[in-house]
């Protein structure tokens, strides 16, 4: 019996099979950061169109928050890799874009456009499932 307390009390970090730590979930939310701030410079994608509307810029919509210091770019596109992947799930790569691309939308309308019931519960549930497939995805 004090065996099975002892590996249950040593196997409550987050190590996988073999001992391999994959890190806290506060770092991923970091990285989950870093990936935000990396698209939102402007430094971070595959280019824009040749034609006048890709010198079009918008007026700004809402009052993004300035941003800190240099992104980590080869983080981000270790982050980016991961969310574009084909193996990640278009609803939660949605979901992750709007909450951290797109704060100031109402939640309401990010649940309308990829198909989840508009309560705070169901969002904040499918945000953090979609954390944590990052998080498991990420070596």
Known sequence: MEDLQRWQGENLDMQGMFGQDYGSLETTLDRLDNWKRCVMSGRFGTGRCMSLEGRYRPPPMYDY??????????????????????????????MLKFAYLYP????????????????????????????????????
């Open 65 to 94: 928050p300035t941003l800190r210091a240099d992104p980590d770019l080869k983080d981000g596109y270790r982050v980016e890799s991961v969310i574009v992947g084909i193996t990640f799930p278009k609803k939660y790569r949605e």
């Open 104 to 139: 100031g939308y109402d939640f309401r309308s990010q649940c309308r456009k990829i198909g989840i019931r508009a309560t705070t519960e169901i969002y904040e549930s499918t945000l953090r499932m979609a954390q944590l497939m990052v998080h498991n995805r990420i070596k």
